[in-house]
């Protein structure tokens, strides 16, 4: 954790970890502690010493003494806040030039080409990494993954996940219904429609990565990335359109509005059956039998006091049961 938060390098964070649970200690008496060579650990606590995180004993200048946590490594935290405020500043003067070239790119510069699957994969990583406000995602198979299907790490930061899957993808379990169970949980919005036009990946509406269908060899694919334009609008709008007519995704009757008597397992066949799969395929999604899952379409619509499955899907979508809370 020291590591990764302060800048000290594994074996620096391991020994002053150590140290810091002794009174005082040669070199020789942490390396038995800590398993490594004597004069490796000398030579580490010498950069400790440096850094202001250890110091030589009074009495005994063999013997080092850890500076106290408290004091020494808030030093350390406010001079890696302070970098973190300079590095604020030169990527927000970056970013301004970077716009202002864009702002004179011409029609050959709207448009850049990637090639083969793993770097669209890492283009893709790249892009979640650095998305501040909003990820609109429009999905259909193959899928270029880039990890889980969504980035907890970025919707943790305030950052908005829309995703439209194509219903053929829940036929074919992927996603699975527990991975979609988990990307809302994580607070990611999930749409599913009928079909969907194109790959489509775009980021804070300031440019888009289109993945072409194309040859079944990884290493011909090739993904679009398309930056402001009058293209990318239409690329944003397209999204916008798909997003109001595709169906929403629940996973727990809380989810669900104005709907009394309907619990988690009833919502998930709810939504299921509204996307257009067939009880067979409900049933294997949420791991539950055929007659569980005809059972409980009997019971929703007992409850929206209808007689077949085309009234109960008006019924839900007039009182407004899929509604996003």
């Known amino acids: 954790m020291l590591s990764d938060v302060l800048g000290l390098a594994p074996a620096e964070s391991e020994i ?16 038995g502690s800590v398993g490594r060579d004597a004069r490796q650990v000398e030579r580490i606590l010498g950069m400790l010493e440096g850094r202001g995180l250890a110091t030589r004993s009074l009495r005994d200048t063999t013997r080092f003494v850890a500076s106290p946590p408290a ?5 350390l935290l406010v001079q890696r806040q302070n970098d973190l405020r300079l590095a604020e500043l030169e990527l927000d003067s970056l970013d301004e030039i970077y716009r202002a070239a864009a702002a004179r790119r011409g029609v050959g510069d709207v448009i850049d080409v990637i090639h083969g699957a793993e770097t669209i994969r890492e283009r893709l990583g790249q892009i979640q990494l650095g998305a501040q406000k909003e990820i609109m995602n429009l999905v259909k198979a193959p899928v270029f993954s880039v990890g889980n299907m ?12 829309r995703v439209i899957l194509e219903r053929a993808m829940l036929d ?4 699975s219904f527990d991975e979609i169970v988990q990307a809302r949980a994580a607070g990611e919005e999930v749409r ?3 079909t969907v036009p194109l790959k489509l990946f775009i980021v804070d509406r300031e440019f888009a990565v289109v993945p072409l269908l194309g040859s079944a060899d990884a290493a011909m694919a090739e993904a679009l990335i398309v930056h402001a334009s009058s293209l990318l609008d239409a690329l944003i709008a397209l999204f916008e359109s798909e997003w109001g007519k595709a169906t929403q995704f629940v996973t727990s009757a809380g989810a669900l509005q104005n709907a009394p008597a309907i619990d988690d397992l009833d919502a998930q066949i709810l939504s299921l059956s509204l996307t257009g799969l067939t009880d067979k395929a409900i049933a294997a999604q949420l791991h539950s039998s055929l ?26 979508a007039r009182l407004g049961w899929l509604e996003a809370e």
């Open 291 to 316: 007659r569980t899952v005809q059972r409980r379409i009997r019971h929703l619509m007992d409850v929206a006091k209808v007689q077949n499955r085309m009234q109960l899907g008006f019924h839900a």
């Open 172 to 175: 074919e379990g992927a996603p």
């Open 150 to 161: 969504t980035d907890g790490a970025a919707i943790a930061r305030g950052v908005r996940y």
């Open 16 to 31: 002053y970890g150590t140290l810091i649970s002794v009174a005082s200690a040669t070199p020789a008496e942490l390396a």
């Open 71 to 75: 004091a020494a490594l808030r030093a």
């Open 192 to 194: 599913i429609t009928e």
